[in-house]
Structures are given as C-alpha cells and as structure tokens.
C-alpha cells in the first residue's frame, strides 16, 4: 500500500478530496487519545480514519463543549453510528464535520494549535493521506 501525501503542514487540499469521501457515511469508532497536550482524537470511517492532533471541540444544540468540559467525552459518543452530513475546511482556520443527529466537531487550523507539523491528517481505505 503506498500512500500519497495530498498537502502538508497546516494548509489543507484544495477543498479536502480525499476527506470530502466520509459525507454519508456512518463513524464506525471515536477514540480520545489520553495523554496527548492538545487535540488527541481518532474517528473511524469503517477502513478510513481522521486523526486530530490540535484542539477540538463539540458543538451540541448551538453550545460548544471544550475537551475540559465534562459532557465532552458523553457528546463524543454520540457520534457513533452518526452519518457524517457535511464536510467543511476553511485554510488555516477550522476544519468541520457536522452529523446527522445535529453534533458538530470543528478543529482548529491555526498555525499556533497544532501540536505538531500536522493539525489533523485523514486516511483513506487505502491508505491515501491528506494532512491538514
């Protein structure tokens, strides 16, 4: 399996190609990563996974849940067995899934919230890479 880096450091692709492919389809698997400073989440897309490695947080009914609030991990759950509805990338200010049941993760794509090269990276089924 080769993998084929589509953009790196914090700008994204053109318009996300390979993420864009996750609109309709259910999260198969959350994971919060413990221990990572910032961001340290993981969703599974069946074959395909995002993994966010800078800040994110939930948006529930119009409010937004930080990582330190206590219903963050409660709101992650609930987006097991969502569809992802929509996908959304600005360059260099947020990336955006918003589900079917109404939740929103939005990560930031500022320069200065990474922990790391890399905001979020997502991985195809075949391992194709798209870095953000």
């Known amino acids: 399996m080769a993998t084929r880096v589509v953009s ?22 959350v994971e919060v990563i413990e221990g990572a400073r910032s961001g340290g989440l993981l969703f599974e897309f069946g074959a395909a996974r995002l993994e966010i490695l800078a800040p994110a947080a939930v948006w529930v009914a119009g409010a937004e849940l930080a990582p330190e609030h206590p219903r963050f991990r409660e709101a992650l ?8 509805a929509r996908v959304a990338v600005e360059a260099g200010r947020e990336l955006a899934l918003e589900f079917d049941n109404g939740l929103r993760i939005v990560v930031s794509l500022e320069p200065g919230d990474a922990n790391g090269p890399e905001a979020a990276a997502f991985f195809d089924e075949d391992w194709n890479y798209e870095a953000f």
């Open 8 to 29: 790196g450091g914090h700008e994204p692709a053109a318009e996300a190609p390979l993420l864009l492919g996750v609109q309709g389809q259910p999260v198969t698997g």
């Open 77 to 84: 759950l609930r987006c097991l067995k969502a569809r992802v």
